[in-house]
């Protein structure tokens, strides 16, 4: 079975860009959540989706928002990029309350 | 505030020597628990999970909870330097299903 798989591995942008990251979950699993990792703050929780619907949202600002599709593909969108937005995003895909990571996107802003 | 907290490290330990790793939390409803190792540059993965009281073994490692007290360790017997990596605690809040995780603490397994 293929694993987590996360589009790109490696963004660079710049302030006031925005950035769209793709996961695709493993088959059969229909809940997706997105994690933020930074060495200073550990990993953030940001939200997840389950059958389309997002079911947790952590607290980050608006800018940050996401999407599931009804493949169980999760998108995630930063709008107006600021230089403490980079770091290593990672996407986790469940089952029965296991979660898978990816290999996450490293987004750095300059 | 709900939170898990661990000890960011670094722990060293010899190699073949116990490891040991605490996490607290705060959320007495808390109910599930889990292990995660993330090696420098990769992704978390899972190691363990534990939802009773008490100890879960499973190879060299072993889970301990302690929901009255309110912690959760693991211990690895027979550190090996593979072994060095950062240990992701994380407890999950049945109400809405979230997971906290903790901060994480680095292992170095010293040969």
């Known amino acids: 079975k293929a694993g987590v798989t996360q589009t790109p591995r490696y963004l660079i942008k710049t302030r006031g860009q925005q950035v769209t990251l793709s996961c695709s979950p493993i088959?059969?699993?229909?809940?997706v959540s997105w994690y933020q990792q930074t060495p200073g703050q550990g990993l953030q929780f940001l939200f997840e989706?389950?059958?389309?619907?997002?079911?947790n949202k952590g607290n980050f600002p608006g800018r940050f928002s996401g999407r599931q599709f009804s493949n169980s593909r999760s998108e995630m969108n930063v709008s107006t990029l600021e230089l403490g937005d980079s770091a290593l995003y990672l996407c986790?895909?469940?089952?029965?309350?296991?979660?898978?990571f990816g290999n996450g996107t490293r987004l750095t802003v300059t | 505030q709900k939170e898990v907290e661990q000890n960011s490290g670094p722990l060293s330990v010899p190699e073949g020597a116990i490891a040991s790793l605490n996490c607290t939390y705060s959320?007495?409803?808390?109910?599930?628990f889990f292990w995660y190792r993330q090696y420098s540059g990769k992704s978390p993965e899972l190691i363990m999970s534990i939802y009773s009281n008490g100890d879960k073994e499973d190879g060299r490692f072993t889970a301990q909870l302690n929901k009255a007290s309110q912690y959760v360790s693991l211990l690895i017997r027979d550190s090996q330097p593979s072994d060095s990596a950062t240990y992701l605690c994380?407890?999950?809040?049945?109400?809405?299903?979230?997971?906290?995780w903790g901060a994480g603490t680095k292992l170095i397994i010293k040969p």
């Open positions: 959320d007495r409803v808390s109910q599930s």
């Open positions: 986790a895909s469940s089952s029965q309350g296991t979660l898978h």
């Open positions: 989706y389950f059958s389309e619907t997002q079911r």
């Open positions: 994380a407890v999950k809040m049945d109400s809405n299903y979230q997971l906290i």
């Open positions: 088959s059969g699993h229909r809940s």
